[in-house]
């Protein structure tokens, strides 16, 4: 079991942010309260919003988290606005950033397709070539060929095909106004598996599009809530957010075609078959390797990580302990007893091991 899971270890840092408080000559976390400033990643916001009145029911201290989205969280971490952040996406060579600082694996979570489609009965499945055409707007509606053929079964014994019965409706297609470490995963994943539809990616959705997006067909939603609100308030609508904003909703989640030509749902194992098999990169981040063939992966997948200033920041000793007895308590404790249930997939083994090496860093 990994440290980040064990009680003992959180008590410890407890004791040495008290220690650090008492050298600094002011009261202890005991006696008054330290409060966190933090946004960034509506994707984790769901475990985050779990996590957060346990934290502080459980330790003294509070924490608050704006959300706002990946890149408006980078944002205010550069201005030092917030103790922390929290993103799906890394700082790209020409964002300013702070000059001390380290990624760490938060979670791990399967972003859903969402579909709202009235009339349509089972499980809805596309392949990333058919999800790039209809993000590209190339695929209108939803008894397109390329959708029935995503959606015909054929029986091993019999060779007879079955085909899904799909309704001739009018594909609405919702997307992340503001910019979204989702928006740059998903982008990328068309970009690797459908790059002749989807030749670029990034956090903005409307500067990565191939060509102008559509009026009227295409809407934007603003942060996750926004993009599943959309959704779910309209029929034949498709959008993409962190697997738990569809299962709240109670929309329809496309089964995702993998590298081994699977039909997979968007849930914590299978994003696990395909996630743990990954590449360290600088400072803390991983690289998410798309070709990777996996029994059971889902290959629509991404990483939430914790921003933390690092020693050269010359933050305040006390609140930087609390910082990372907070992380700690997300990655560990808290992930225990939610992620499962709330759809993320929890970092184990040797991802655990490179969060809680970065975890280190925190002073």
């Known amino acids: 079991m990994s440290k980040l899971n064990k009680r003992s270890l959180l008590t410890k840092v407890g004791v040495i942010?008290?220690?650090?408080?008492?050298?600094?000559?002011?009261?202890?976390?005991?006696?008054?309260?330290?409060?966190?400033?933090?946004?960034?990643?509506?994707?984790?916001?769901?475990?985050?919003?779990?996590?957060?009145?346990?934290?502080?029911?459980?330790?003294?201290n509070s924490v608050v988290?704006?959300?706002?989205?990946?890149?408006?969280?980078?944002?205010?971490?550069t201005a030092e606005t917030v103790d922390l952040a929290f993103s799906d996406g890394l700082y790209s060579s020409?964002?300013?950033?702070?000059?001390?600082?380290?990624?760490?694996?938060?979670?791990?979570?399967?972003?859903?397709?969402?579909?709202?489609?009235?009339?349509?009965?089972?499980?809805?499945?596309?392949?990333?070539?058919?999800?790039?055409?209809?993000?590209?707007?190339?695929?209108?509606?939803w008894n397109d060929a390329a959708i029935v053929a995503d959606n015909t079964v054929v029986n091993a014994k019999t060779k007879k095909s079955t085909v899904a019965k799909?309704?001739?409706?009018?594909?609405?297609?919702?997307?992340?106004?503001?910019?979204s470490g989702t928006t740059g995963t998903f982008t990328n994943w068309m970009k690797k598996l459908a790059p002749a539809t989807w030749p670029t990616s990034g956090e903005t959705f409307n500067t990565v599009f191939p060509g102008t997006v559509p009026a009227g067909t295409f809407q934007a939603g603003q942060g996750s809530d926004g993009v599943a609100n959309g959704?779910?308030?309209?029929?034949?609508?498709?959008?993409?957010?962190?697997?738990?904003?569809g299962t709240e909703r109670k929309l329809?989640?496309?089964?995702?075609?993998?590298?081994?030509?699977?039909?997979?749902?968007?849930?914590?194992?299978?994003?696990?078959?395909?996630?743990?098999?990954f590449t360290p990169g600088d400072n803390g981040t991983i690289v998410i390797d798309y070709s990777v063939k996996a029994k059971g992966s889902y290959t629509l997948a991404g990483y939430t990580y914790a921003l933390v200033y690092t020693a050269g920041m010359n933050k305040n000793v006390g609140t930087q302990a609390i910082v990372r007895q907070f992380v700690e308590y997300v990655i560990g404790d808290c992930a225990d007893k939610n992620s499962a249930r709330l759809g993320y997939s929890k970092l184990t083994g040797t991802l655990a091991a490179l969060a809680d090496k970065q975890i280190q860093l925190v002073k």
Request: hydrophobic fraction near 45%; include cysteine.
């Open 94 to 141: 020409t964002d300013k950033k702070p000059s001390a600082f380290t990624y760490i694996p938060a979670t791990q979570f399967p972003i859903a397709l969402m579909v709202k489609l009235d009339g349509f009965k089972g499980t809805l499945q596309l392949s990333p070539a058919t999800v790039a055409g209809i993000y590209a707007g190339k695929i209108t509606k």
């Open 17 to 60: 942010a008290t220690a650090l408080f008492v050298a600094a000559g002011v009261a202890t976390p005991a006696q008054a309260e330290v409060k966190l400033i933090a946004s960034g990643s509506t994707a984790i916001k769901n475990l985050l919003d779990v996590c957060i009145p346990a934290y502080q029911k459980e330790f003294s």
């Open 231 to 245: 959704v779910a308030g309209k029929n034949g609508s498709i959008g993409y957010a962190e697997s738990s904003y």
């Open 166 to 179: 799909l309704p001739a409706t009018d594909i609405t297609v919702w997307y992340r106004l503001d910019k």
């Open 65 to 77: 988290y704006g959300g706002g989205g990946s890149g408006a969280g980078r944002a205010a971490f």
């Open 252 to 277: 329809l989640l496309v089964s995702v075609q993998n590298n081994m030509g699977e039909y997979v749902q968007p849930t914590a194992p299978a994003t696990a078959a395909f996630m743990n098999s």
